[in-house]
């Protein structure tokens, strides 16, 4: 007979609608059932993958994409350099590579959410991997005369990467719950400094090991559409709510404008949305500029020699993104273990822990451009406290979404959140950086010093979006108790069943 490890369904088996097995054992309308024949051996094959589908793998493929997908979107900033003398572009113009991504990544990000909420979510996390990896493919073959070419690949590589982003977490949300969610959760949003560290690292590795750095562009798409392979086989599409024993009970949908209205007026995922986007300012701003500033540091003190070679030194690209991998595997470790242990402590534990990380990053930020000139490794170590205090709120973040939006408007809410981190943050950040960098360099005599001051000072700006997210998380902890309990009746008055639900 046929058997099914995750209560989906086996078309052609018997004649009944579905078996249920995820306790090991059938439904009873299927035990009386007299109809029941061995399966084909086309459902032997669906029976085996259907029992490698376990939520855990599920997790861990998920995990897998997110990992590519910041992967590929650090990879260019891994050969930043490289790419600027390639194209001949200024700070300004090579800022607005990231900036033009971030923008498409955010716009498309709404829509994805509206599609998240009411289709099937792997079938478009699917599409959307294979779409970005083949444009990355693409624009590797760019030539140096269609710079614009090369910005509206990218561009249409956000709109890709975007589908991931604002659905994939849902899936996990409806996977887990409490502790269990928190925990894979920051499984998952450890891919966000793991996979930009491992962009630098392989953005600059394939620079070396090929001689060119177009193939630093052409090693994430393979493994791009390998895991949009593996979300097609191996990931299951859970009910909404199914997590919190919900799936196919919640008896009441809301429209698309009134789930819009609520987020609206729901303050703890406003001021977290804030608080995020204020995170999303400082490593779009980092990720982009600060190989390129500690290069030109070292430049300074006569440890290094300015690019005039087709292939620039990579070393500070590698330095960063191996840093960027260990904090923020120590960040979200950090951050999911202080947020269970002072859980104990209050329930406000979540926005408290964010806000705190925050404030003590901001500090550490701020010395990096103080001792920079002086000294390269003093200015690594407060890399690594800085990056490990900022990225503890990663996953946090994404768990307090969870407690005050109610299931079925997820992936409307991670969408919209993520649209407004990345509007108010690094859509515009690493340009902005530029920009100002390009203006004071303007200012006076064109010089190795000024060059590297000057976008010291404009990466100064980065410190202070820090401490006034630390401010909009302190504002999330006054009201989460309130939203929380709000989401938790409002959740209940939807699964109730209609002849309960009174009219007054």
């Not at 004649?15 to 439904?27: A, I, P």
């Not at 690594?384 to 408007?409: H, K």
């Amino acid at each position: 007979m046929c058997v099914e490890s995750d209560g989906c369904e086996i078309e052609g088996c018997s004649s009944s609608d579905e078996v249920h097995t995820l306790s090991g054992s059938m439904s009873p309308g299927l035990k009386s059932n007299p109809d029941l024949h061995p399966c084909k051996p086309g459902q032997k094959f669906r029976a085996a993958l259907l029992r490698c589908r376990s939520p855990a793998a599920a997790a861990g493929i998920l995990s897998f994409g997110n990992v590519l997908n910041y992967m590929d979107r650090y990879t260019v900033a891994g050969v930043l350099l490289d790419i600027q003398r390639h194209f001949n572009v200024s700070d300004s113009g090579v800022g607005l590579l990231q900036t033009v991504f971030i923008c498409s990544f955010m716009v498309a990000a709404p829509i994805f959410g509206y599609l998240g909420d009411r289709f099937n979510r792997k079938i478009i996390l699917s599409c959307g991997i294979f779409f970005w990896s083949a444009v990355t493919l693409s624009s590797s073959f760019i030539t140096k005369e269609y710079y614009w070419l090369f910005v509206l690949s990218r561009g249409l590589v956000g709109i890709g990467e975007s589908s991931y982003s604002s659905i994939s977490p849902t899936i996990i949300g409806d996977l887990f719950t409490n502790n269990s969610r928190t925990m894979m959760l920051s499984v998952f949003y450890l891919a966000i400094p793991l996979g930009s560290g491992l962009g630098y690292i392989l953005g600059s590795s394939a620079k070396e090991a090929a001689g060119d750095w177009h193939w630093a562009l052409r090693v994430s798409p393979v493994l791009g559409m390998t895991a949009g392979t593996l979300i097609l086989f191996f990931v299951p599409e859970p009910k909404r709510g199914h997590a919190d024993q919900l799936g196919g009970r919640i008896k009441h949908r809301t429209s698309w404008l009134c789930d819009m209205k609520a987020l609206a007026k729901n303050r703890s995922y406003v001021f977290s949305s804030l608080a995020s986007a204020a995170v999303s300012f400082a490593t779009g701003a980092f990720g982009m500029w600060i190989p390129l500033y500690l290069f030109r540091a070292q430049v300074v003190q006569k440890t290094a020699e300015a690019c005039t070679k087709d292939i620039c030194s990579s070393k500070d690209s590698l330095i960063f993104g191996a840093i960027t991998c260990v904090t923020g595997l120590l960040g979200v470790v950090i951050g999911a273990a202080t947020t269970r242990l002072c859980r104990q402590k209050t329930e406000r534990a979540d926005p408290l822990v964010c806000a705190v990380s925050m404030l003590g990053s901001a500090i550490f930020v701020c010395l990096i451009f103080v001792v920079a000139k002086k000294s390269i490794i003093g200015a690594y170590v407060c890399i690594f406290i800085g990056e490990t205090l900022l990225f503890l709120n990663w996953a946090i973040t994404a768990d307090i979404l969870m407690y005050v939006v109610i299931p079925t408007r997820r992936a409307t809410a991670v969408a919209f959140q993520g649209f407004t981190s990345h509007l108010l943050g690094d859509a515009g950040s690493p340009y902005l950086i530029g920009l100002i960098s390009d203006a004071l360099q303007k200012s006076y005599t064109r010089s190795v010093l000024w060059q590297f001051l000057s976008l010291g000072y404009a990466l100064m700006l980065c410190p202070f979006v820090i401490v006034l997210g630390g401010m909009f998380f302190l504002a999330t902890a006054l009201f989460f108790l309130d939203d929380r309990d709000k989401a938790e009746k409002q959740l209940a008055t939807m699964t109730r069943p209609p002849s309960s639900v009174k009219v007054s």
